[in-house]
């Protein structure tokens, strides 16, 4: 074996398992946490029905957050353990050196240093990586309660305070989802691949690249020797008793922040359980009917509307109730007057009056994909007035 493919042990088994989960946890919480935020797009739309509907996607995305939150006592726990029983240097925590680093660092990508600066075991990338993850979990998990409790939130904080966490909590996954794949897969796999993560050792070429610093401690025994035996046995006599009742603790707070109030995704029934329409209404905004005029056209629940079929008789009620919550003007597209909803939005008209192949009213609801849907005898109605071209 030559010099540099000599291997030097980076992490262990329970370090790389630590970072699976991590990583099955963060994906999961991105996709379906995305797939929310952006729930008017066709392929969250997709994603969404592929993971049973939008209650599955929301249980789902709690779950992970809870896996997530679990890695995160854990990872205090392990961190305890290293700095107090085996009395290991916190390598994480930035320092001058690291600002140095990074300078020099960028000086040697100008070509204007011959040499790369000699890091330690975590260089400065990697320490921003990881306090970008810490803060994320702060400010997820606060923003997240916030959500998941809003009673108890508003509370304590005025009602503002529910939307706007709603907004940090989008931002920050956007914010955390372009530095995994813009900043860590540069640095990890485009770079360089570095497959230490998985393999658990690094060459002393790698080691030369990333971690020279740490390297020369190592071959010249600059290294603290480890704790004796006995001095082991000790501080893990007292440390254990004291990470099992702070993991208590910790575990508590998880539980309560799961179960700290019974909101509407608990009290109100599914939305499969009340009808094959994702998004339902429930207290529509009445609007006023015409008076009557001639021969009755029947809609849902018997009502009768009277004369010829037009928007201000029937159809722009139906329109109303069953697309008005959410196309007021989401999209570019508002369905609350007759004139916007013949202009459409940035996908064509919504109507066209005549032809109902032509009128996105329609044909995008009728396959059932689309979250808002009409009762056959609405969707029967506004096709008959939509031929007998659209009148007002």
């Known amino acids: 074996m030559s010099e540099n493919q000599k291997s030097y042990t980076r992490f262990s088994l329970a370090q790389r398992i630590e970072h699976i989960v991590l990583i099955a946890s963060f994906t999961t919480l991105a996709v379906t946490g995305l797939v929310q935020k952006f729930a008017q797009s066709s392929i969250s739309i997709s994603v969404i029905a592929a993971l049973g509907g939008i209650e599955m996607t929301r249980i789902i995305h709690r779950t992970a957050s809870i896996v997530f939150l679990l890695q995160a006592i854990y990872h205090l726990v392990a961190i305890g353990y290293k700095l107090y029983v085996q009395r290991k240097e916190a390598s994480m925590l930035p320092g001058f050196k690291d600002l140095q680093d990074a300078f020099q660092h960028f000086l040697y ?36 309660f916030m959500m998941w409790n809003p009673i108890a939130t508003a509370r304590v904080l005025p009602g503002q305070a529910i939307p706007a966490a709603k907004v940090a909590h989008g931002a920050e996954a956007i914010l955390a989802v372009l530095a995994i794949f813009i900043w860590h897969f540069y640095h990890v796999h485009l770079r360089t691949f570095n497959k230490s993560m998985f393999t658990g050792k690094l060459t002393r070429h790698e080691m030369e690249e990333e971690h020279a610093l740490e390297l020369e401690k190592i071959e010249k025994g600059l290294l603290p020797p480890p704790p004796s035996p006995e001095e082991l046995r000790r501080r893990k006599r007292i440390y254990y008793p004291v990470a099992a ?60 509307f009277e004369g010829p079929l037009s928007w201000n008789n029937a159809i722009g009620q139906i329109i109303a109730q069953r697309c008005g919550s959410c196309h007021g003007a989401m999209g570019g597209l508002a369905l609350t007057t007759y004139q916007s909803a013949l202009e459409g939005g940035r996908s064509g008209a919504a109507i066209v009056g005549g032809d109902v192949e032509q009128s996105l009213l329609v044909t995008v609801v009728r396959d059932g994909t689309h979250p808002g849907k009409f009762e056959p005898q609405e969707l029967e109605l506004i096709v008959r007035w939509i031929e007998e071209g659209a009148p007002e």
């Open 109 to 144: 990508n100008l070509g204007l240093r011959k040499e790369r600066p000699k890091m330690d075991r975590y260089n400065f990338v990697e320490k921003a990586e990881y306090w970008a993850m810490v803060w994320g979990l702060v400010l997820m998990a606060l923003t997240g």
């Open 245 to 304: 009742v702070l993991s208590l603790v910790l575990l508590f707070f998880v539980y309560r922040f799961v179960t700290f109030e019974e909101t509407a995704i608990t009290t109100i029934s599914p939305v499969s359980a009340r009808a094959d329409s994702v998004f339902v209404p429930q207290t529509p905004t009445p609007l006023p009917t015409r008076p009557p005029t001639a021969t009755p056209a029947p809609t849902q629940e018997g009502q009768l």
